[in-house]
């Protein structure tokens, strides 16, 4: 099981961007998936998680900025980001069970590497 993050990169408030999270090695469309972010100093947090059916959830401070979706087509799940603000700056995760519960705990099966984005002028 692989996940791999990619997106990241360096944007400046107010602006986009959209990360991937390309799995293998399993078939997604079976697992729920969510993106975490830990900031320099900061604890992980949830930022956004998807379950096996599609459903979504948001931490408050994302909401109708941050859409997470999944192509299981493509065995990927995106994170689209708009509007960023500086607070958003943080490395962003991956992470993936068939348990939905086990991944909005925090404790999933399996991460990935995590991609930075930094939002700065």
């Known amino acids: 099981v692989q996940l791999v993050e990619s997106g990241g990169g360096l944007v400046q408030p107010g602006g986009s961007l959209r990360l991937s999270c390309a799995a293998s090695g399993f078939t997604l469309e079976d697992y729920a998936i969510a993106w975490f972010r830990q900031a320099p100093g900061k604890q992980r947090e949830l930022v956004a998680a998807i379950t096996s059916g599609g459903s979504t959830n948001y931490a408050d401070s994302v909401k109708g900025r941050f859409t997470i979706s999944r192509d299981n087509a493509k065995n990927t799940v995106y994170l689209q980001m708009n509007s960023l603000k500086p607070e958003d700056t943080a490395v962003y995760y991956c992470?993936?069970?068939?348990?939905?519960?086990?991944?909005?705990?925090?404790?999933?099966?399996?991460w990935g590497q995590g991609t930075l984005v930094t939002v700065s002028s």
């Open positions: 992470a993936t069970d068939t348990s939905y519960p086990a991944v909005v705990a925090g404790i999933p099966g399996h």
